[in-house]
């Protein structure tokens, strides 16, 4: 096993880097494929498919999400180091995806609740991310290089699908960046950390549920932003790319959820 460990992972873990998966990913997958290789305790050149279908039938997940990243990690290893990708691999079942509905808060309480927050660092991170319903991992990224103040927009670089895309920029978040960035002065990204060059999501989780909602994931203000620019009559197709979707059932969600939209049904009764 240690020779899997310090060779053939190494290899898996170079042609993901080639096929441009993020370091997050490699990581996971790398994990994930290291925990089959060390359960079934074999050579990895013997490993079959019924081997793979056995493990993933009696794995214990506990969402669907991992069962989908333990599935894509085991299919890509066969495909790139065991050079094993047959008609069985494609025949693996995938979970049903799960249908929830994200929570919506009001727009005037999160925006009561952002307006109390003192410390400017913690209130420009959060009325940032719900302004353009930002991704965490875009936020912690932005560089203050990509704040345009000249046209009043900000570019969001290598997001989620290696994709760039460009959102707007409000005169009043622009206002209260220019006040903690005299306060702060970042150097290179916009918000960076105590001790390192960028902030982190935990911190940024950790601060959503101190001054928004304890409940949820600082995630939720994307689906708030997108929800409440729809209630305000933005086009659903600018609000698509705003958010950065491919396919616009993607957006169409925020329709289902929106306040406005279902006061305007004439019930029956």
Do not use: W
């Not at 190494?10 to 790398?30: D, H, P, Q």
């Not at 299919?75 to 079942?93: C, M, P, Q, T, V």
């Amino acid at each position: 096993m240690n020779t899997f460990k310090n060779s053939t992972l190494e290899i898996f873990k170079k042609r993901l880097r080639v096929k441009n998966y993020s370091e997050r990913t490699i990581l996971s997958y790398s994990s994930y494929v290291l925990q089959y290789v060390n359960k079934l305790k074999k050579e990895s050149y013997s490993l079959t498919t019924k081997d793979l279908n056995d493990y993933l039938f009696n794995y214990k997940y506990t969402s669907i999400s991992q069962q989908n990243q333990i599935i894509n990690s085991l299919k890509l290893f066969y495909k790139y180091i065991l050079n094993k990708a047959d008609i069985h691999l494609n025949k693996i079942e995938r979970p049903r995806k799960e249908k929830h509905l994200p929570q919506i808060i009001d727009k005037e309480l999160i925006i009561e609740k952002l307006a109390k927050i003192e410390n400017i660092k913690h209130r420009a991170i959060l009325t940032l991310c719900y302004s353009v319903g930002m991704r965490v991992s875009e936020l912690i990224n932005l560089k203050i290089c990509d704040i345009d103040s000249n046209r009043m927009l900000i570019k969001i670089n290598n997001a989620k699908g290696k994709k760039d895309r460009i959102v707007p920029l409000s005169e009043k978040v622009l206002l209260l960046l220019r006040q903690y960035y005299k306060q702060y002065k970042p150097k290179e990204y916009l918000f960076n950390g105590q001790s390192e060059l960028q902030y982190s999501i935990k911190s940024c989780q950790n601060i959503y549920k101190k001054y928004i909602d304890s409940d949820l994931s600082i995630h939720n203000l994307r689906h708030c932003c997108f929800t409440h620019l729809l209630e305000n009559k933005t086009d659903i197709l600018i609000i698509q790319k705003i958010a950065g979707h491919s396919n616009p059932k993607t957006t169409q969600i925020y329709a289902h959820i929106s306040n406005n939209l279902l006061n305007q049904v004439q019930l029956p009764i």
